[in-house]
């Protein structure tokens, strides 16, 4: 075996380059992953028509917007072990099945529960298709190809973050269905594409951890839930009642704060149970072993911290646009298309500098953009910023998310053994919707803060009663900020419309800032991120079952003495990455 590099000095290596086939496969897989981001952000600017077509009340509503994340979140680890068994390409494929139905359902629902149904199945398709597409890039692509097209696949999921909004306030100018069954023939073009340009993935023999399987998904489900839902019915003590069809929890400890409780008994059981089933010789859901290697374990800290920082600043910064500033819905969205193009321009920048810049240092790179674009975004944030240097700051932001989100992938997954791969692409998936899943909860608490105290700060200052200023604050944090538009159309209240613009960019400042923090504790942690693999060095044969590290040598020796049951279909693993399929 090779001697491992130095992870800061790229490869050196000859390499194959990719064909043309395996590139358009490439294409596949990044819509595919576009589709389910899209679907997580286009919800929130389609709901108000949603509410008033079918009659809903807000309840409903919230359903409507958390189901198909919180399903999504629940099961991802089985879904990364389903592609182990069954082949990467069989599950996304399937997922992609899932998913275009559920759209379709969704598109036609005549009912808010009917459609609530539909968000609930349809995150069961998007959590088939993100682990399956990291697994499918990880065996396709090698080397500094593999870095290409992590690449590709990370800003992709940027871009689609930011453009959600942007085609939800369009297509709801039209109908807020089609939003959904615009899904139907892209998820069609893209089956299209996986059966073309995808090779059939090797599978391996084994059995699903049942019990792991229901214990991972109810303490991932759990925790994502009582992380979106918190601020709405209190951390700890019950601020709003809880309604599911007939039944209403209004009192008491808060739902969030049993589900908290739930998830941590859950994911502590689940936890034992694979490292117990480890140690025997079992066939775990979930190889605990896989964070004792370095790269895997702070590459996956890393990934949280992007998500947080990334749907976090989503989340809030178009009501800031829109209350605020004035925006359209669609103007909003277009905002964030700098964003988005910041998010390819890194994508397209990172195919000549793999030659000469390493993965890990690209992941330093992008976060240190991250954070200064929000840094910027805070700095300049206010009740007239010019859209120029809003559009200056989300562009640099983006380029971060580019750089960042797409290599940390590539750093996390390059010493986890080839048989662990759909597992480990599980593992890093989970990890970033649980970062998306704190974000959004972290920052919508932040901003909502922030603003309720700052609007009722600045009435009484100016001579309103205390009681009279936290009621009109309690109206525009209820309303999300969408009354100030009424508010300052009525010359009794235009005072409280402006202190409510102050306190909504005083929030944007204080999450900026919060987020930017929180994205140099990320950059900290990569120094302590060592990948030992050679991701240049993986194209030469014999290499597929050596990553490079001690740690992970061991795991894969570990999968091979535990027998037949856990040998690849195929015998053993492919000399090559660039071959999947035989």
Same mark, same amino acid.
């Given at each position: ?141 090698? #080397? ?32 807020? =269905? ?33 019990? #792991? ?68 010789? &079992? +066939? ?24 947080? &920082?990334?749907? &976090? ?82 562009? /640099?932001?983006?380029?971060?998310? &580019? ?10 997954? /390059?010493?986890?053994?080839? =048989? ?49 200023? +936290?009621?009109?604050?309690?109206? /525009? ?56 693999? =050679? ?26 003495? =535990? ?15 660039? #071959?999947?399929?035989?």
């Amino acid at each position: 075996m090779p001697k491992p590099s130095d992870p800061s000095e790229p490869s050196e290596s000859a390499e194959t380059p990719p064909s043309v086939r395996q590139w358009l496969g490439l294409v596949a897989v990044a819509l595919g992953v576009a589709l389910i981001v899209v679907d997580i952000t286009i919800v929130n600017v389609i709901l108000a028509p949603i509410i008033e077509d079918l009659s809903i009340g807000s309840s409903e509503a919230q359903w409507i917007q958390e189901s198909y994340a919180i399903t999504f979140a629940a099961l991802l680890l089985v879904t990364g072990r389903l592609s182990d068994l069954y082949g990467a390409r069989r599950i996304f494929l399937l997922g992609l099945a899932v998913f275009g139905a559920t759209s379709l359902l969704a598109a036609l629902a005549p009912s808010g529960g009917l459609l609530i149904l539909a968000r609930f199945v349809q995150g069961v398709g998007g959590a088939m298709i993100l682990p399956t597409s990291l697994a499918l890039l990880n065996a396709t692509f090698s #080397g500094r190809a593999r870095g290409q097209a992590f690449a590709v696949w990370g800003s992709t999921i940027g871009a689609a973050a930011a453009v959600g909004p942007l085609i939800g306030g369009w297509l709801a100018d039209f109908s807020w =269905r089609w939003a959904f069954g615009i899904n139907i023939p892209l998820v069609a073009l893209i089956v299209a594409g996986g059966l073309l340009y995808l090779d059939v993935s090797p599978r391996t023999r084994g059995r699903i951890d049942g019990v #792991g399987a229901v214990l991972s998904a109810a303490g991932l489900g759990l925790l994502a839930y009582a992380l979106i839902e918190g601020r709405t019915h209190g951390w700890l003590m019950t601020t709003k009642p809880l309604e599911v069809g007939g039944f209403s929890w209004s009192g008491g400890p808060s739902p969030v704060l049993v589900a908290f409780l739930g998830s941590a008994l859950a994911l502590g059981a689940f936890w034992r149970r694979q490292a117990a089933l480890d140690r025997s010789g &079992g +066939e775990p859901l979930m190889d605990v072993g896989l964070f004792s290697i370095r790269s895997f374990r702070n590459g996956n800290f890393v990934t949280l911290m992007v998500g947080l &920082g990334e749907f &976090g600043i989503i989340a809030v910064l178009p009501l800031w646009l829109q209350f605020a500033l004035g925006y359209s819905a669609f103007q909003a969205g277009l905002a964030l298309v700098a964003l988005a193009a910041g998010s390819f321009a890194a994508s397209g920048a990172s195919f000549p500098m793999a030659a000469t810049v390493s993965p890990l240092a690209q992941v330093r790179i992008g976060l240190a953009l991250e954070t200064a674009g929000l840094t910027m975004l805070a700095l300049i944030a206010s009740t007239d910023s010019a859209w120029w240097l809003i559009a200056v700051a989300l562009f /640099v932001y983006g380029i971060g998310v &580019g750089f960042a989100t797409a290599q940390v992938t590539n750093i996390v997954l /390059v010493d986890v053994p080839p =048989r662990s791969s759909g597992q480990g692409s599980g593992i890093q998936s989970a990890a970033r919707e649980l970062g998306s899943a704190l974000g959004i909860a972290l920052l919508t608490t932040l901003f909502f803060s922030t603003l309720a105290s700052g609007m009722t700060d600045r009435l009484t200052r100016g001579g309103m009663a205390a009681g009279e200023a +936290e009621q009109l604050g309690e109206v /525009v944090t209820e309303s999300a900020g969408s009354v100030i538009g009424v508010l300052a159309g009525d010359p009794r209240t235009a005072t409280a419309a402006e202190a409510a613009r102050e306190a909504m960019a005083v929030g944007v400042q204080v999450s900026g800032y919060v987020c930017a923090g929180l994205l140099l504790l990320a950059l900290a942690a990569t120094l302590f991120m060592s990948p030992k693999a =050679r991701t240049g060095a993986r194209a030469e044969e014999g290499q597929n079952e050596g990553p490079g590290e001690e740690r992970s040598e061991e795991l894969s020796g570990r999968q091979e003495a =535990r027998g037949p049951a856990h040998s690849s279909v195929n015998g053993p693993a492919h000399g090559s990455t660039h #071959g999947p399929a035989r």
